[in-house]
């Protein structure tokens, strides 16, 4: 790896690292994430300053490319976290219904309290 690819993978890796803490900062993005995102993060900034690390944990496992080794895991990762979003996504559905359907009760046995006091 030249020198220029080194220093550009661990500029890209600090400037995902800022992002993720500017948009926690900010409030864009929740705790619980921040935390998984933040680890993936330094994560990232390890194997770009210690590329070896990457060659010897694929040469433990018995895969000839590194690379390989690295899109599995993103592959991996990347799956995850869709399914942790779907089962969000999910709950927060079911969630809105309920609220819905609580707020049409409320809006019926209102508008039937509103029809009782005037007929009265």
Known sequence: MSVATHVFGILGSVIILLGIVEMLRRRQLSEK???LWLITGVGILILTIFPH??????????????????FFVSIVFTIGVSLHQSWELSRLESETRKLAEDLAILRLDMEQQLKQRTTD
């Open 53 to 70: 690390l990457l060659r010897g944990l694929s040469d433990l496992l018995g895969i000839a490319v590194p690379t390989n080794l690295l």
């Open 33 to 35: 994430y921040a935390v």
